[in-house]
């Protein structure tokens, strides 16, 4: 297997460690295999989509789901550092309301496997960072849903005292108490 699974509070997010070889010249490391990826997680995941963005510090993008074609995400850092975050919105779960946090960074190579049910969202930590991430569906703007970062009930501490820089859609996101989720 060419990465380790750490396991996260919530039972069905996990971290993806790769092993990376590394010497004088840099480094080499394989960020994706479907074979091995969908055997680790003993589930069959299709990936559709692959999606990139570039965030300066303190951006906050999130927190972001689709309501009708929930999308899986593999996420990862190529520059700079994220606070990376998945919250578990589905009301039939065990885990619904709880939230679980990692550090992305291009340093650490670590990845995050966000099932569909889970609303997403990121702060970056660096000057400037570039996320990708894979996705199992297509993004459809007319089911984009959001969350309010900062909602009471959710209580994600993030890392940082920097108020957030947020999109207008985002900065009148519902609470997790209003908003439309999955049963």
Not at 20 to 30: I, L
Not at 72 to 86: H, I, N, P, Q
């Amino acid at each position: 297997m060419p990465f380790n699974i750490v396991a996260t509070e919530l039972e069905d997010v996990k971290i993806l460690e790769p092993k990376v070889y590394g010497d004088a010249r840099g480094f080499f490391f394989e960020s994706f295999n479907a074979k091995d990826f969908q055997s680790a997680l003993g589930t069959e995941v299709d990936f559709v989509q692959d999606n990139h963005s570039k965030s300066a510090r303190g951006v906050l993008r999130g927190l972001h789901y689709q309501i009708k074609h929930p999308q899986g995400k593999l996420v990862r850092v190529v520059a700079g550092e994220v606070f990376d975050v998945a919250v578990d919105i589905r009301r039939n779960s065990p885990s619904f309301g709880r939230w679980m946090g990692a550090h992305l960074s291009a340093e650490n190579h670590r990845q995050i496997w966000i099932p569909p049910g889970f609303a997403h969202g990121f702060l970056v930590l660096s000057e400037s960072a570039e996320f990708l991430y894979k996705t199992t569906d297509y993004w459809y703007p007319e089911h984009e849903r959001s969350l309010i970062w900062n909602d009471p009930q959710i209580n994600i501490k993030w890392p940082s005292t920097i108020k957030p820089v947020l999109s207008a859609k985002d900065e009148i996101a519902p609470s997790l108490g209003t908003a439309e989720l999955f049963d």
